[in-house]
């Protein structure tokens, strides 16, 4: 993670809407979250800012965002924040950023769902609207997300040592199992469906113990639902939950699965050391990640011991 150069501020924000969105001035203005990628603020009773502050491409992921989830968010049956004005590039601020609507609800990293049997069918429904054909030009996921799990490979190799070394995971062979099941499972040969691309707990927000919003689009890609489809195990509180969503689904079939548990095995790997850099208050890290996805791991390698 690069920090960006400019300190984010609610001084800052109020300069920037001064010179931008005159009109959105004067709104109570309250610090949101640090996202991977970008910062949230509160922007009154129903917007937000999002600026980017940590990676070389959250401007382009807000951009991203602006000129597709538009389009596509009247259509989901969960919350999303809808992009309502740009904030071009200035001397002040070098990057683009955002005003979307807010959306209201807890992060599942920190308030999980525990409502299965509805919090399953809650998932199905959403990734069931978005996961429509893409256009010929729909973009491409960042790190072969929606495309061929072997192209993530490399990434897979450095998690596994990663979690191993650090004493993460007991059983590194169990995990390579999994792993090797999920590459010798059929290619998808459908078209290429719309995605969210980074469904995990920090990106879903709970209500009363289900699923009430998603949110940071900025990984929006057209692939491989089996992409989306890994979100389950780290998601969802039992496998008698992650079996119904799996039910619900408009088309999950055995390979898909089988492709989505490789992709689920390789977040969860990630956000692991994640949380382990969390805890140990290491650059980039939020501990917070860490038991869902060790959850997940648990869930995942179950079935190979």
Known sequence: MTHTENEITADLIAELLGEQHPDLVGLPLTFGARGWDNQLWRLGDDLAVRLP??????????????ALLPAIASRLPLRTPVPRRLGRPSERFPHPWLVTTWVAGEPADRAPA???????DTLA???????????????????????????????????????TDRGLISDPDTVREVWDDALAAPDWTGPALWLHGDLHPANVLTRDGNFCGVVDFGDMCAGDPACDLAAGWALLPDEAAIDRFHRSYSSADAATLRRARGWALLKALACLVIGDNGVHGRPGGKATWGPPAAAALQRLTATRR
């Open 125 to 163: 429904a959403f990734l069931t609207a978005l996961h429509l054909p893409a256009p010929d030009d729909a973009p491409t996921g960042r790190n072969s997300r929606g495309g061929l799990l072997a192209d993530s490979g490399d990434g897979f190799a450095y998690f596994l040592k990663e979690t």
């Open 53 to 66: 502050w940590a990676t070389q491409d959250a401007g382009e992921l807000l951009l991203k965002e602006y």
């Open 114 to 120: 525990t409502r299965g049997a509805e919090a399953a």
